[in-house]
């Protein structure tokens, strides 16, 4: 009775057999080789050294005479089989992918505002004077976007679009001076926002809507000498209040005097929206 092993490897399969066999005191010329050469690779993937051992014991009427051919059929069923077990294991473990956005099916969305509670804002002249800008300002540009900005929203997202922002004034109200930060640099890179500030600010939104698709812009960061916002694109869902998708965008400023030219942040990270339809 023969035992056949079918080594699948990145080298050498007779290299393989013969190791194995000076591990099993064997005399290397009663190892039988039957090789399956692989299919060349790209040149710029790595091969692989890992190799996979199976065993199988051949039927009593099957000895090392056997003709050839029909051993290479049962070798080759041996590496299909396990090809098939090293497939299934793999898709066992992958990730499940992410739902598909809402936003192609809603009819309606819901605009909530303009949230300035955890904005940061640096520079050492635009911002020199925080007392007058918290909340004040904050309350304007949530107005001015009411009045120049809603209709231009729905025509970005191609859906109609209602607001539900009565209570956006008192969520901004939780900024405060300490925000303001004197000082000119580079900062619009990075960010203090988590994911979880922001779900935490989406589930603390006092609504009237009960249900649908809602919208709101986190303002992130405002930087003075980068003339630059960043500002986080978030959607909801808004009766169970989960964030279905949140993008950071960072856009110029611009426009005449404090109020147009913050507010120019806001309207330039509105084209983004077009990657969400």
Sequence with gaps: MTKFFAFLVGQSCRSALNSWAAHQRRRTEETKNFVLRPQPEKPTRKTLATGFLLSYKLPRE?????????????????????????????CAIMPVTSPTHPLPKADTVIWAGLDYSM???????????????????FDTWNALFLQE?????????????????????????IATTKQ???????????????????????????????????????????????????????????????VVASERVIAKAGGAGFR??????????EPELRTFR
């Design 260 to 269: 147009n030219y913050w507010f120019g942040v806001i309207k330039n990270a």
């Design 119 to 137: 904005v940061r804002m640096y520079g050492t002249q635009d911002f020199r004077d925080p007392e007058s800008i918290f909340p004040k300002y």
């Design 149 to 173: 900005r809603l209709k231009t929203l729905g025509s970005f997202l191609n859906k109609r679009v209602e607001s539900d922002t009565e209570h956006i004034g008192e969520r901004n109200k």
């Design 62 to 90: 099957i000895d090392s005479t056997t003709n050839c051919s029909l051993l290479m059929i049962m070798i080759k069923r041996l590496i299909l089989f396990s090809s098939c077990l090293f497939l299934a294991g793999a």
């Design 180 to 242: 303001v930060i004197r000082q000119d640099g580079n900062f619009v890179e990075a960010s203090d926002i988590t994911s979880k500030d922001i779900a935490d600010a989406v589930r603390a939104y006092k609504l009237s809507e009960k249900s649908g698709l809602g919208l709101v812009f986190i303002v992130d960061r405002l930087v003075k000498t980068e003339a630059k916002g960043a500002v986080y694109v978030v959607f909801f869902d808004i009766s169970t209040r989960e």
